[in-house]
């Protein structure tokens, strides 16, 4: 058998097995230099447009969880002090719907759990255009005591960076801001969604936050053409 990659071999493993895998571990070794080049493109993008103007958002009080009115906050100031990126994921929970989107509250059932690291770093926050009472529910419901979250009821938010279409469908995206020397400006949404695909693939673009896929995607039996999150399992 040729060199093989690493030394460390598995329980039973043949030859066979050991030389499709390094085949794959090659893959996998371009496809983290990849990753990083992506990474590095992203990094050093050129601002976007300006703010188009500070939103006025209604925010979740986490202090009065069961309060049916929440807080005002501007977009401006959900940036904290000595931290310039504000992410900002538009979640599909339009006035409209009768339930939330089951990807979307997979997702954020997700980032509950990794917020309080997350907010060490950056800031985010998660809006939707429903009321806020109705939100207010859904994360009691849910669990959800770390997400930020805001309504966009009364502003246009969601339409204006891409997280609703102009016929009112909410739209799954995350949204990218940043402060410079007191201006706060767009720089990078997750456009994928707006893409071309390959046939029978989905638009994929917020599967760097939502790792559900990747442990899938490590399984024989992959993410499965026909699975989708619930919002309970009977």
């Known amino acids: 058998m040729e060199t093989s990659l690493h030394s460390i071999r598995f329980p039973g493993e043949t030859d066979a097995y050991r030389i499709a895998r390094d085949g794959l571990l090659q893959a996998e070794l371009d496809l983290r230099k990849q990753t990083e080049k992506v990474a590095e493109l992203r990094r050093t993008l050129p ?8 939103y006025l958002f209604e925010q979740v009080d986490p202090d009065h969880p069961s309060s049916d009115a929440g807080k005002k906050v501007s977009l401006s100031a959900l940036f904290r002090e000595g931290k310039g990126s504000l992410l900002i994921y538009s979640f599909m929970y339009g006035p409209e719907m009768q339930r939330p989107c089951t990807s979307c509250t997979s997702i954020l059932d997700g980032l509950n759990g990794t917020m309080p690291h997350v907010l060490q770093r950056v800031n985010f ?4 255009k ?18 930020p979250l805001l309504s966009s009821a009364h502003n246009s938010f969601n339409a204006d960076y891409h997280g609703e279409t102009a016929n009112g469908k909410q739209i799954p995206s995350l949204n990218v801001f940043v402060r410079r020397e007191g201006q706060i400006y767009h ?27 990747s442990l899938f995607d490590l399984t024989p039996e992959g993410r499965g053409a026909d699975w989708h999150p619930e919002l309970r399992y009977d």
């Open 125 to 128: 926050a998660v809006v939707a």
């Open 130 to 147: 429903s009321p806020i009472q109705r939100i207010q529910a859904l994360a009691q419901e849910r669990g959800w005591n770390n997400l």
């Open 47 to 54: 601002l976007g447009g300006t703010l188009k103007e500070d």
């Open 187 to 213: 720089t990078y949404s997750t456009e994928l969604l707006f893409s071309p695909t390959n046939p029978g693939q989905d638009p994929r673009h917020v599967d760097a936050f939502w790792p559900l896929w």
